[in-house]
């Protein structure tokens, strides 16, 4: 893709590249039609039978260009402290959509880690503006024909700027991230269309998209058959108005209004996609019903049209479990049970970890890419290990299982022998033990998902707290230094890091609880949004640095600390917020 951005000067999906036998490449680009396509071949094909070295040449030059792309510098500055956060986040801010949510332009992606560090920042620092766009977001989103109003979750992006018409392939990665920042944005707000939107998203993801071993698949197709048996985009998922009105019969009228049926939620070809533009509260009150009313009709309404839908082509799923994403989704119905303590939730993610140990584990204990019909394959990349350790941190949080912390541990003392680069103190994407590449891409800018080595950073700053680990913490901050200028460049691409500089300039907490209750005492600490913070526990003894000599027989202690200095322990969780900025 880097080639193809360089020889064009744009990239996209599908790519297309031919190389020299020793894979560097020398022509590309991303969508061809059939005869464009074998005219450039046989071109490509005539002309290197009679000057290859015309071809040599270029790739030699393209491949210095490649390399040129992921050149990190050791920055030796420690003062982070000098990034001026509110700059980078105020630059955010003015490109949010003040009408329709969402970052201005179409095609529009959702882009929920950007979203996300948004709503962290405007809670933690009063900003109620940026809050109120942070919400505008969420709301249009979740009203948008982006987001699946019949079967929950969310395809990929929207092709306008109203959220309406979707490119409807539905991604893993994408649902996932999803459903942690609006499981945080219910905490923050109490929106009861935001716990809708995570409950109907996991119901979407545990109905098409887990395998019975306690795997997540990748993703669903956009297209499928329509009644005239082509294939086309969007066909299992769109509407004609005299199907509705055969299915909903006399409550068609409120129901065509409430997606509207009508011109703003027309699409093409005699096509609705289902689109809200108003609130429940204000539709109901317009048409004089109650809350209560209103919510059983979109449960019938519901209800009818998923058993019609049901009866058509499904679009076809990529059945493959890719461990990085499925990591995403772990990390996702962790953060769901936080917020909502429903146990299902924890039972999907321990299961859905279990099955990362068991099979995506190789014996030398690092990390298998990808699975399918019972075999793991293709050595893992750097995004794997990043995913899989921070779904695993977040589970022993919850659970206070220190398998899932240890576990966590051992995946970063591998990736540290097999990925990375001492003079950067960066990781590389792939493994020593990986064949050799014309390029050791070092991925570090946040996109649609963050950046593997963002996470991977984020990753080493809470290890270093849980095992008072210098050599991580140095390498935490170290990251943070070799990208802050990059900061300056492009904000949007580097929200992940700044997430993390949130973290290392403000008070980080260290919340350990110990005695028989911790478990009680942390499901209600979590009933408070604290994105600056760790939760270490046990029910008993522990030698672990933050447990250490603070077990009281009896007794269940909170201790809040910042860097290793606690406070003196309470026994309630009121008591602890008390103690936490």
């Not at 210095?64 to 420690?78: A, F, H, M, P, R």
Request: charged share 25%; proline share 3%.
């Amino acid at each position: 893709m880097n080639a193809v951005q360089l020889m064009t000067g744009s990239g996209g999906w599908p790519l297309n590249v031919v190389t020299l036998p020793d894979g560097r490449p020398i022509w590309g680009g991303t969508y061809f039609p059939k005869d464009q396509w074998i005219n450039a071949l046989t071109q490509i094909s005539d002309l290197y039978n009679k000057e290859p070295e015309r071809f040599i040449n270029y790739a030699t030059t393209l491949e210095k260009g490649i390399k040129s792309l992921d050149i990190i510098t050791t920055n030796d500055n420690q003062e982070l402290a000098s990034i001026d956060l509110d700059k980078h986040i105020g630059s955010l801010v003015n490109k949010i959509d003040k009408k329709n949510g969402g970052f201005s332009g179409a095609p529009k992606f959702m882009m929920p880690n950007n979203i996300h560090f948004l709503l962290r920042s405007a809670y933690q620092n009063n900003d109620k503006e940026t809050l109120k766009l942070v919400n505008l977001t969420l709301e249009k989103m979740a009203y948008g024909g982006v987001y699946d109003q019949i079967g929950g979750g969310f395809s990929r992006y929207s092709t306008d700027e109203k959220w309406h018409i979707p490119h409807f392939e539905k991604m893993l990665y994408d649902n996932a991230q999803l459903i942690s920042l609006y499981s945080d944005a219910y905490l923050i707000t109490n929106d009861e269309l935001y716990k809708n939107v995570v409950y109907e998203t996991i119901n979407f993801v545990l109905k098409e998209l887990t395998n019975s071993n306690g795997g997540f698949y990748s993703s669903i197709d956009a297209d499928s058959k329509s009644l005239d048996g082509k294939e086309n985009e969007g066909a299992y998922y769109v509407w004609k108005e005299d199907e509705l009105k055969k299915l909903l019969k006399d409550e068609f009228i409120v129901f065509s209004d409430y997606y509207n049926i009508n011109k703003y939620g027309y699409w093409e070809d005699d096509n609705y996609v289902l689109i809200k533009n108003k609130s429940d509260a204000a539709f109901a009150k317009a048409h004089n019903l109650s809350k209560e009313e209103l919510s059983k009709k979109i449960d019938a309404w519901k209800k009818i049209l998923i058993k019609a839908r049901d009866k058509r082509s499904m679009p076809n799923i990529d059945d493959k479990i890719l461990t990085s994403w499925n990591g995403l989704m772990i990390n996702a119905f962790i953060d769901a049970y936080r917020v909502f303590k429903d146990k299902d939730f924890l039972d999907v993610a321990s299961s859905s970890a279990e099955f990362i140990v068991k099979n995506m584990k190789k014996t030398d204990g690092g990390l298998y890419h990808s699975h399918k019909d019972g075999k793991s394959k293709i050595n893992g990349y750097l995004e794997d290990y990043a995913a899989s350790i921070q779904a695993f941190l977040n589970l022993y949080e919850n659970t206070l299982d220190e398998k899932w912390l240890n576990t966590s541990n051992d995946l970063m003392k591998y990736t540290y022998k097999n990925f990375f680069n001492a003079e950067t103190n960066m990781f590389y994407f792939t493994s020593k033990l990986d064949d050799k590449l014309i390029s050791r891409t070092v991925e570090f800018r946040d996109n649609v998902i963050p950046s593997s080595n963002s996470i991977m950073a984020n990753n080493l700053f809470k290890l270093s707290h849980y095992f008072d680990n210098k050599k991580y913490l140095n390498s935490s901050q170290q990251m943070v230094n070799n990208i802050k200028d990059q900061i300056e460049l492009y904000p949007g691409g580097f929200s992940n890091w700044m997430n993390l500089i949130l973290n290392i300039n403000k008070n980080f907490y260290e919340i350990a609880v110990v005695g028989d209750k911790a478990i009680e005492k942390i499901k209600e600490l979590n009933e408070n949004y604290l994105p600056n913070k760790i939760i270490i526990g046990s029910l008993e003894s522990n030698p672990l640095p933050l447990l250490k000599n603070r077990f009281v027989e009896g007794e269940t202690y909170i201790y809040v600390c910042v860097n290793k200095a606690c406070k003196m322990p309470v026994k309630t969780v009121k008591e602890a917020l008390k103690l936490i900025e």
